[in-house]
Nanobody, 126 residues
Framework: QVQLVESGGGLVQAGGSLRLSCAAS????????????MAWFRQAPGKEREFVAT????????FYADSVKGRITLTRDNVANKVYLQMTSLKPEDTAVYYC???????????????WGQGTQVTVSS
């Protein structure tokens, strides 16, 4: 079975940067054959889960939520089977648990993703 593990969260001051990673494992062959797309979501305390970014393993393309465009970049390492979320100019409202997810569609709908990591906490202080 495919497993996802996030890492890289922590405490950062407003305006700072963090780089989150999500490692995928459990695919028999190339990861792209087990999951078409991977995505990042986040959930702040007391709020609903929010889409952040998604990308395809086979395509060199990504799309982002309007709230993070220009501040967040999703990249892929096809050899290491990892996706990264580079976050800059962080704001207190970016504070949340960040989750990576895998699914068969490149979409912003969390219900389209079947495999989820455990999440990594990002806290941005003012």
């Amino acid at each position: 079975q495919v497993q996802l593990v996030e890492s890289g969260g922590g405490l950062v001051q407003a305006g700072g940067s963090l780089r989150l990673s999500c490692a995928a494992s459990g695919c028999k062959y190339d990861t792209s054959f087990c999951m078409y797309a991977m995505a990042w979501f986040r959930q702040a305390p007391g709020k609903e889960r929010e889409f952040v970014a998604t990308s395809s393993w086979r395509r060199g393309s990504e799309f982002y939520a309007d709230s993070v465009k220009g501040r967040i970049t999703l990249t892929r390492d096809n050899v290491a089977n990892k996706v990264y979320l580079q976050m800059t100019s962080l704001k207190p409202e970016d504070t949340a648990v960040y989750y990576c997810a895998a699914g068969d569609l490149m979409t912003s709908d969390e219900h389209d993703y079947s495999t989820w990591g455990q999440g990594t906490q990002v806290t941005v202080s003012s």
